[in-house]
């Protein structure tokens, strides 16, 4: 799987996702710190990646586009540590991976996610 990670998410999760064979990017990576979430949305789908944010923007993006990619994660949780935040990314890689290839929204809290196909 391919993932563009957006600026609220940590470069450590970034890293981490590499070293366990994913095709991971920071916005950071490339100096796209200032891109604007619609081009955001546009390069994930041109590269086929998924998108990780904390930025709920990217949910109502999706679903005024009816696109059908690219596939984002969205984090609403408490404990926002790299460490908590790459343990939950972990569970929805493993236990979503059908979904997010075809086309899906999944916001993730604490304790449990919600997923929803795209387009909406």
Do not use: W
């Not at 950071?28 to 944010?53: C, F, G, S, W, Y």
């Amino acid at each position: 799987m391919k993932i563009l990670a957006d600026m609220g998410v940590s470069q450590t999760v970034v890293k981490a996702l590499c070293q366990m064979g994913f095709d991971a990017k920071h916005l950071r990576d490339e100096e796209l710190q200032r891109l604007p979430d619609p081009l955001i949305v546009e390069k994930a789908r041109l590269e086929n990646r998924i998108i990780l944010t904390f930025d709920l923007d990217f949910g109502e993006l999706m679903a005024i586009s009816q696109a059908d990619l690219p596939s984002v994660i969205i984090f609403r949780l408490k404990n926002t540590s790299p460490q908590f935040v790459l343990k939950r990314l972990q569970t929805i890689l493993e236990s979503c991976s059908e979904e997010l290839i075809t086309g899906a929204v999944i916001v993730v809290s604490d304790e449990r996610y919600r997923l929803r196909h795209l387009p909406i």
